[in-house]
Each structure stands twice: as structure tokens, then as C-alpha cells.
């Protein structure tokens, strides 16, 4: 099983309807991300978590929020998905080093139309 | 946080080296320098980390200069399946936010 898992790895939706991608990870690990990915943008930080109660936003948090349920889970929602939302979601994890080594998931391709 | 900057893009031929470089040219003092890899629909892997002097492991070498400013990342003798893009990171010692750049896509050919 994977150490970082998504759901759902795939989503197809509606302009306007409220999305969820779950990540939940099994590293016990602190912090947690969500990325989204363009193609030729790379990846772009969306926001990330320390713990239960520290949330902060990252490059491009508008249009999305988080829910930090547990150590191990940590959602993004679209409140109102809109086309350009399209994208590969990451959902990642690290640990307390300051090393900068992230794990991540498979991704979660959404698709808003 | 320091910004990197690196090559949209590099072509290379099977059993040939790459090297990437990644210009940081702000990077503090105690952040540590990480590379990823990542094949398409896949999410990135880590292949190395450094802070300083030259790191070496079974995948790629990690060369950093004194200056810290820039490093680059070698392939040795790439195959087909080294075609990726390859992302340079700079771990902040103060913060855990970790932003990445728009990465360097390397193609290697037959």
C-alpha cells in the first residue's frame, strides 16, 4: 500500500459544483502539502499544514480551502469549481528534518467542464 | 525563500551524461538543496539532497559550490528511462514552505 494515498485519482465535474480530494498518509509525518500541476508550470504550492492547527496558504490558495481532519488527513476542497481549476492535484508529506524531502501521492487529475 | 531558476529544457543521447544546473542565488545560509524527478502522471521522487561540497549516491551526483548560489545535478550514462523532469528545490531552514520551480525537462534519445 501506498504511503501517501488520494482519492479520488481521477474526477470529472461541473462548473460550479463543490469538490473534495482526500489525501491521508501512513508516514506518520507532520507536515502535509497539496500542489497543483500544469503542464509547463511545474508544480505550484496551494497550501500546507504543521498539524491540526496550523493551515497557511501557499502560491495560489484562491478558489481552494483545507481541512487539516487528523495528523494523517488533510483534504482540499473547490467550493465552486471552475474550469481553469483543472489541473493534477499532489497531495505530499514531510518530515521534521529541514531537508526538504517530500513524498508524494500518485496525483488526482480533475477535470472541470 | 530562495528562487531557483533552471533550463526549460535538455536534450541528451543514451549513455551520455547530464549535468542541470539550478541558480539560487538567494539561498540562506542553513537551507539544504533537494532534487526530484518525476515521470509523467506520476508524483515526483526525491533523488538527492546536499548542503554543501559534492553528494554522490547509486542515482545521481549533487554538486554545490562554495558560494552555494547554484548547483547542479549529474545523471551519469543515461538510459531511455532517465527521460523525466527533474526539479530543483531549496528547503528553507526557517520556514516548511517548500516551493518548486518549473523544473527541467530532460529528454534522452536512442
Known amino acids: 500500500d501506498a504511503d501517501v494515498t488520494q482519492t479520488p485519482r481521477n474526477r470529472i465535474t461541473k462548473t460550479g459544483k463543490r469538490i473534495m480530494l482526500e489525501c491521508s498518509q501512513t508516514?506518520?509525518?507532520?507536515?502535509m502539502y497539496w500542489y497543483r500541476q500544469d503542464p509547463g508550470l511545474g508544480l505550484r504550492l496551494i497550501y500546507y499544514s504543521f498539524d491540526v492547527k496550523d493551515i497557511n496558504k501557499g502560491e495560489i490558495s484562491d478558489g481552494y480551502s483545507v481541512s487539516r481532519q487528523a495528523q494523517a488527513k488533510f483534504s482540499l476542497s473547490l467550493e465552486s469549481a471552475i474550469p481553469n481549476q483543472t489541473a493534477l492535484y499532489f497531495c505530499a508529506t514531510s518530515g521534521t528534518g529541514r531537508t526538504g524531502e517530500l513524498f508524494f501521492g500518485e496525483g488526482s487529475r480533475l477535470t472541470v467542464l | 525563500l530562495a528562487k531557483t531558476t533552471q533550463p526549460i529544457s535538455m536534450d541528451s543521447y543514451e549513455g551520455q551524461e547530464v549535468n542541470i544546473t539550478c541558480s539560487h542565488n538567494n539561498i540562506a545560509t542553513n537551507d539544504y538543496i533537494t532534487w526530484y524527478q518525476q515521470f509523467p502522471s506520476q508524483g515526483p521522487r526525491f533523488i538527492i539532497q546536499g548542503y554543501k561540497t559534492k553528494v554522490t549516491n547509486e542515482v545521481a551526483s549533487l554538486f554545490i559550490p562554495a558560494d552555494r548560489k547554484s548547483s547542479t545535478l549529474s545523471l551519469p550514462r543515461v538510459s531511455l528511462s532517465d527521460t523525466a523532469v527533474y526539479y530543483c528545490l531549496v528547503a528553507p531552514s526557517r520556514d516548511y514552505k517548500l516551493s518548486f520551480g518549473a523544473g527541467t525537462t530532460v529528454t534522452v534519445r536512442a
Open positions: 508516514k506518520g509525518h507532520d507536515r
